[in-house]
């Protein structure tokens, strides 16, 4: 049991773990403080200087994410010395910030912003020469405006503690310090992996992802356009947050009715192409462990950032990985291909949008081996922020909408497929459909436990009748880091892995929606809208891949079995072993 320290903040006696700083020992007395830079186990080094707190015996105001308590300390965090020092360090930073308030992709949902009027700040108190940036969107993915960035060091420290890949950080030096690439290269010159956690974690609206949003208004307005739009599993759990719904509300039926008031052709579940990727990916690993020369682990493909990461850190490992497109990319191949002759739709005029929780799936659209039909799969990614703001321009009220499903013949999914949004969901869609195959009967508990929750990494052996699978889930990319080495070192006896690139898997990816650092640092989000992933797996009538009749359809009508001729043609793919600055 660690050591208490007990202390006094406001006259408010509390006790705390020792090591505790006195930012989260304010808290614990219910006290707020305001931050900028620090972000709960990410980012602390009080380079803000707005968490600012006056500790008594000492001269100076000290930095309350940084300091740790000590016995006795009586701590102040509002008095007028601490006011005003907030409130010049606020007034100051926003001396050198470009004030576009209005047309700010963050309007209503800035911390600068928020805290100025909590501060009183006068925005040009401390006018002078301010620095002028080029925008930062030459990539398909993301924006970087630094005329907006006021150098709190989130992202920087998300990129490399987090995500291990450390392509941004401070470049020049006191009043010309800026956040940059090696070189002052832009992002599409370094291996960025595309995920979009920086995004998420910025305060302000130095980062945002690629506006697409008026291409899919374009698409729907024009008669000779026939659009589909796709939504991954966790948008739903997601999408209501920007409607005022509690975090990790599940607003399906209302989300699927709000974005038929938009007037696309059809509106499909990205479930059932999650589905087609456990069958593909599924036997995929069956055929491996039947072969003594296939590579082993195999690895799963789904997630974009984590296939840049491989493509540009391991190149030598890329045989590891499944051959399956993502469930994004074979929904694509699959409407243009298979729904586009049943129905008698020239592909051409199709228009298919998907809906994602993640920035690095406007990146995979324009990959390589993504164009089944002759066209390209997927013609437009939205995040999920993107769909919440198409809703609100056109006056879509989600909240008011009425429940409905999506539409048919091929539009629904197994809640197997719903588990891609979770952390080791992919593995335990593929293990309720492996096992099954493999023994010839239900598994004794559909739920595969072990795999599932945020532990970084997470190992488990699954007995299939003798058969024994040995198999690891990791998301972060510095968590695949390690399962990658040990790949490397040949020291890993594991025969299937699952990588997820965001913290908790797809349900905290870089396109959900965006919250302050109050309540990242005090409410475990990526839990709770996995909770609500799990809760709709219990309660389906289809939970396992291989049990939707949609998917019996398409292999009858279409792809005659897994991994046949003509599924390698539509729904497989290939890599690029990818150079650090190309």
């Not at 808290?27 to 500790?55: H, M, Q």
């Not at 198999?471 to 990319?477: D, P, R, S, Y």
Request: charged residues 25%.
């Amino acid at each position: 049991m660690k050591k208490q320290v007990t202390l006094k903040i406001n006259n408010v006696t509390v006790t705390v773990d020792e090591g505790t700083k006195v930012l989260d020992a304010a808290r614990a007395a219910g006290f707020d403080i305001p931050t900028l830079c620090y972000l709960k186990d990410v980012c602390n080094d009080g380079s803000c200087r707005v968490c600012v707190v006056e500790i008594k015996g000492m001269r100076n105001l000290a930095a309350s994410c940084s300091t740790v308590v000590r016995d006795g300390m009586e701590v102040f965090t509002n008095t007028p010395k601490v006011r005003n020092s907030r409130k010049t360090t606020i007034e100051l930073i926003l001396s050198n910030h470009e004030k576009k308030c209005l047309s700010c992709v963050r309007n209503g949902n800035c911390e600068l912003s928020k805290l100025s009027q909590e501060y009183n700040c006068d925005p040009v108190a401390y006018e002078g020469v301010t620095n002028k940036y080029e925008l930062d969107d030459n990539n398909p993915y993301l924006v970087r405006d630094n005329n907006k960035c006021i150098l709190c060091r989130r992202c920087v420290a998300v990129c490399n503690k987090i995500q291990g890949v450390g392509v941004i950080g401070p470049n020049g030096r006191g009043f010309n310090t800026h956040i940059g690439s090696a070189f002052e290269r832009s992002l599409d010159k370094v291996p960025c992996v595309a995920c979009g956690q920086c995004i998420n974690v910025c305060p302000v609206g130095a980062l945002t992802e690629r506006d697409n949003t008026h291409e899919v208004l374009d698409a729907i307005a024009n008669p000779d356009k026939y659009v589909i739009i796709g939504t991954a599993p966790s948008v739903r759990v997601a999408v209501g947050e920007e409607f005022g719904y509690p975090i990790g509300t599940d607003v399906e039926g209302k989300m699927v009715s709000a974005i038929k008031a938009l007037g696309a052709d059809k509106v499909f579940d990205v479930d059932m192409a999650a589905d087609m990727t456990i069958m593909e990916e599924g036997y995929e690993l069956l055929s491996r462990l039947k072969n003594p020369n296939a590579k082993l682990p195999m690895i799963t493909s789904c997630s974009p950032g984590w296939i840049r990461y491989i493509e540009y850190y391991y190149p030598e490992l890329i045989d590891h990985l499944s051959t399956c497109k993502s469930p994004q990319q074979m929904f694509g191949a699959i409407m243009k291909t298979y729904y586009a002759e049943k129905f008698d739709i020239d592909p051409a005029k199709m228009v298919v949008v998907a809906v994602m929780p993640c920035t690095a799936k406007k990146f995979e659209r324009t990959r390589d081996s993504q164009s089944a039909s002759g066209y390209p799969d997927i013609d437009i990614v939205l995040t999920t922020r993107e769909l919440a703001k198409l809703l609100k321009a056109q006056g879509i009220n989600l909240a008011a909408m009425p429940e409905s499903e999506f539409d048919n013949p091929i539009g629904e999914g197994s809640s197997a497929g719903l588990l891609f949004g979770a952390t080791g969901g992919v593995m335990e869609a593929a293990l309720r459909t492996v096992y099954e195959v493999v023994t010839g009967k239900e598994p004794e508990k559909l739920e595969f436990k072990a795999v599932r929750g945020t532990k970084g990494i997470k190992t488990a052996v699954i007995d299939m009748n003798g058969t024994k699978v040995k198999v690891a889930v990791a998301h972060t990319l510095q968590n695949a880091k390690v399962i990658m080495e040990q790949i490397k070192a040949g020291t890993a006896d594991y025969q299937f892995v699952e990588i997820m690139t965001c913290p908790g898997g797809c349900v905290n990816g870089g396109g959900q929606p965006i919250h302050s650092a109050k309540t990242l640092n005090t409410t475990d989000i990526k839990t709770l809208r996995a909770k609500a992933i799990y809760k709709s797996d219990k309660k389906a009538a289809l939970r396992k891949c291989h049990e939707n009749p949609i998917v019996k359809t398409l292999y009858k009508e279409y792809f005659g079995e897994p991994n046949s001729h003509k599924a390698h043609e539509v729904l497989h793919t290939k890599y690029t072993k990818r150079t650090k600055f190309e």
